[in-house]
């Protein structure tokens, strides 16, 4: 089955600057890549997704980038402010079922 | 516009007691159905998934069992608790008849078994 390794686990960053987190899939029929937002004690909610055949797409601070020769997608936010303080989960779905294969997560604090 | 409701919010149960969560949602037709739990500071499991009413397919063997008795309902149980079944548990959905489409998730039920 596919497998999704994500990094950092954690990372700090200074309110203002730029963060990305990385994540890698193993399956190259993996065709759709969402992002997750979830704050403490709810459920995630989407932020951003790409489909395989994009490189590609923003969505004002927040952009994700694929590369499926290497399959790898990063997400990408600018200009971060306190409230982005949260844990971010990636996918991958191959659309069979739409059953997705998540990242371990990476808890993204803010610091203002 | 479509919304998932998950209850109870919080549940604190005894071990060896049952076990109930309903997952619903409105606004839209023929889901698909997804189950997952969340340990404390850890990712998504995805438990169960069900593309159609009474079908149910399981992805961990475990002390839990999920049916779908309505095309919008989705319900967990378990007959008999263990303290590992502690945790988040998230249902979600999908539109059923399309690929590459995202869940929407619920608000979660927070389940502490003592």
């Known amino acids: 089955g596919e497998n999704v390794e994500q990094h950092p686990s954690t990372l700090s960053v200074q309110e203002g600057d730029s963060a990305v987190i990385k994540c890698t899939y193993s399956?190259?029929?993996?065709?759709?890549f969402p992002w997750y937002k979830q704050e403490l004690g709810k459920g995630p909610q989407l932020i951003i997704d790409?489909?395989?055949?994009?490189g590609e797409k923003k969505d004002q601070r927040i952009a994700v980038t694929l590369n499926k020769t290497a399959k790898h997608f990063s997400l990408h936010i600018t200009e971060t402010q306190p409230e982005d303080s949260a844990v971010y989960f990636c996918?991958?779905?191959?659309?069979?079922?739409?059953?997705?294969?998540f990242g371990s997560g990476t808890k993204l604090n803010v610091k203002p | 516009s479509q919304t998932i409701h998950q209850w109870p919010a919080t549940l604190v149960q005894p071990v060896g007691s049952p076990l109930s969560l309903e997952c619903t949602v409105e606004?839209?037709?023929?889901?698909?159905l997804y189950w997952y739990r969340q340990a404390a500071g850890r990712g998504l499991q995805l438990l169960f998934y069900?593309?159609?009413?009474?079908?149910i397919s399981s992805e961990v063997p475990q002390n839990l069992s999920a049916s779908r008795p309505q095309d919008r309902q989705f319900i967990l149980s378990s007959k008999k608790l263990l303290l590992s079944d502690s945790g988040f548990y998230l249902c979600?959905?999908?539109?059923?008849?399309?690929?590459?489409?995202?869940?929407?998730f619920g608000p979660g039920t927070r389940l502490l078994v003592l």
């Open positions: 979600a959905w999908s539109p059923r008849l399309r690929r590459g489409e995202t869940q929407y």
């Open positions: 399956d190259s029929a993996s065709n759709y």
């Open positions: 790409i489909r395989s055949n994009v």
């Open positions: 996918a991958a779905s191959m659309g069979n079922f739409n059953k997705f294969y």
């Open positions: 606004g839209t037709s023929n889901p698909n």
């Open positions: 069900s593309v159609g009413i009474g079908q």
